[in-house]
């Protein structure tokens, strides 16, 4: 795969050009404020290198899942009052359209080194339409507020995995560059799946196995250990032959599970499930809770009702030392509901074990990049923190992602 770079295009010459940068603003928002700019601090050095340059700068980004027609909760808006927070020398603003009259206009005004951030592409239904010609449609109005001689850059990770009008059919209309987002993710994840150090630990959490079995059957037989947390967990140990109560578990996957643990056995893979789980008598932040033995759930307080919302102390420990001794480590998914304080310290473990570590760390963007910002740990006390989510797992399931097929020139 050839992907040119963001420095080829900024040596070629962009003064006086309209670059179209599709940016990862796809931010959390409490209200309307942000309340993880992670991905806006990540999109702002390829932005700034283009306006540095003498470029006017077209941002493209969606935020949330509009429905195809514009929704005030879904804006930008936040998130460009962000950017320019935090990048006041970019003068950012926001067109409120994405290709009609408005951004048309304030397109057209563009100095060099100014930045127009374009509305919601998402606000188009035409984006994610399953119709080529729709979607092509739209990546022609996106093309053509960049005159004659404009150029797309891609440093949107987090959406490469999507054929999307913005990121898959826009690059076969401009002359196309990889961002050193994309650049960084792509190097991450190479180590990840033909580079990794041994020993190679994997983290995985969140709510469902059923989301991460690709990533979990990829990994089999190239990670040395898989440790399982999150609400995922209680499937495992149902495959094991536990009862797990009120848990969340995946019965139908239970089989998938059980086969997965025999080929890990065989393919030298160590699953590592906690000894231990915070159960609670419901999901609530205050809920009474009780630690028990991972085998024994149904016999807390809570009886069959009990509810499964952490790892447990032991679990935490023998997790913090697995990761301990690890040259690389990927960390996909919360280990609890971390939001509540009483259910976070699984989560805190981890992160402090990752942030401690010496080797090559990589928190896989999404809820796991949310936790540990939220916890407290800065971004810097990590080897990497992803951007990409879903398109990292993908990726590492070994999927051909299109937005990077796309740049493929």
Known sequence: MTLHTLSELIDEGVRGRYVLVRSDLNVPLDGSN?????????????????????????VSAHLGRPKGTPEAKYSLAPAVARLAELAPELNATLASDTTGAAAQAAAAGLADGSVLVLENVRFDARETSKDDAERAAFAAELAALTGDNGAYVDDAFGAVHRKHASVYDIAKVLPSYQGALVRTELEVLRKL??????????????????????????????????????????????????????????????????DYLARAEAAGTTFVLPTDVVVAAGFAADAAHEVVAAD????????????????????????????????????????????????AEGTRAVAQALSVNSGFTVVGGGDSASAVRSLGFADAAFGHISTGGGASLEYLEGKELPGLVALDR
């Open 34 to 58: 942000v309340s993880d700019d992670g991905r806006i601090k990540a999109s702002i050095p390829v932005i700034k290198a283009l306006a540095s340059a003498g470029a006017r700068v077209l």
């Open 193 to 258: 799946t033909t580079e990794s150090e041994r020993p190679y630990v994997v983290v995985l959490g969140g709510s469902k196995v059923s989301d991460k079995l690709a990533v979990i059957e990829n990994l089999i037989g190239k990670a040395d250990s898989i440790l399982v947390g999150g609400g995922m967990l209680f499937t495992f140990l149902a495959a094991q032959g536990h009862k797990v109560g009120a848990s969340l578990l995946e019965v139908d996957q239970i089989p998938v599970v059980q």
């Open 296 to 343: 024994a759930i149904e016999g807390s307080a809570f009886g069959a009702g009990g509810l499964g919302l952490d790892i447990g102390p032991d679990s935490a420990a023998a997790f913090a030392a697995a990761i301990a001794g690890a040259k690389t480590v990927f960390w996909n998914g919360p280990m609890g509901v971390f939001e509540f304080a009483a259910f």
